[in-house]
């Protein structure tokens, strides 16, 4: 089941530059999208999300940004920060239909680099 | 700020044992969740949990399988006869209103290891 993909398992970015983490979807019924950010020995912890009418959602440092058309979303951090360093999981839902799951990416190991 | 608690956050059984993880989700929220995440793997979706009953649940939700909320905070999973697969990291989630565009807020774990 690869409905929602992370297609990159890491990524190394300096401290004060911009974070790109990318997620793709397969399913069209999907029409909110969540980022979670998980510490080691920790839970996942919300971040943002963004439902299918929107294009972009902004949270102080964090946007996330949905291609429709493309199946596509991404999460923009800027400036990065040390404490950005974990692991930042995709997850998709398809609350019109009443799905109740959400699916998630592998996720993307995000280090920043001081 | 309101948490998911999660009891213990380490459990080591033997095979074949019966184990029940425990959750306290928070207080207002009606709509629980249960995800495991395989080492390495993906997190995935086991079972969600509304009124007291099953909602929906996944392939991995198999008659081995149980939740229950025996009180007005607990929510617990139970695997009946563990299998060495069911070595993982067990989340629970809550939200307080699935039919809008909530997020789950998730607990922080318990370590299962089966040996």
């Known amino acids: 089941d690869q409905q929602v993909k992370q297609n990159s398992p890491s990524l190394s970015v300096q401290e004060g530059r911009i974070s790109i983490l990318n997620c793709d979807y397969t399913?069209?019924?999907?029409?909110?999208f969540l980022w979670y950010k998980k510490y080691p020995a920790e839970g996942p912890t919300f971040l943002i999300s963004?439902?299918?009418?929107?294009d972009k959602n902004e949270d102080g440092r964090f946007t996330v940004f949905l291609n429709k058309s493309a199946k596509h979303l991404s999460l923009h951090i800027v400036p990065s920060q040390p404490g950005d360093s974990a692991v930042y999981f995709c997850?998709?839902?398809?609350?019109?239909?009443?799905?109740?799951?959400?699916?998630f990416g592998q996720g993307t190991r995000l280090t920043i680099n001081p | 700020e309101p948490e998911v608690t999660q009891t213990p956050s380490h459990q080591v059984t033997q095979m074949g044992q019966e184990v029940i993880l425990r959750c306290v989700p928070i207080?207002?929220?009606?709509?629980f969740y249960w995800y495991r995440q395989i080492l390495g793997q993906k997190v995935e979706f086991l079972v969600s949990?509304?009124?007291?009953?099953?909602?929906?649940k996944s392939e991995i939700f198999d008659d081995q399988f149980s939740v229950e909320r025996p009180d007005g905070s607990n929510f617990t999973l139970k695997i009946r006869s563990t299998k060495l697969e069911d070595s993982a990291m067990y989340f629970c989630?809550?939200?307080?209103?699935?039919?809008?565009?909530?997020?789950?807020?998730f607990g922080p774990g318990t370590r299962l290891t089966v040996l």
């Open positions: 989630a809550s939200t307080s209103d699935r039919s809008s565009y909530n997020e789950q807020f």
């Open positions: 399913n069209s019924m999907f029409d909110y």
């Open positions: 963004i439902s299918s009418i929107k």
């Open positions: 997850a998709a839902s398809d609350v019109a239909q009443g799905a109740q799951k959400l699916v």
């Open positions: 207080s207002n929220h009606l709509y």
């Open positions: 949990f509304y009124n007291n009953e099953i909602s929906e």
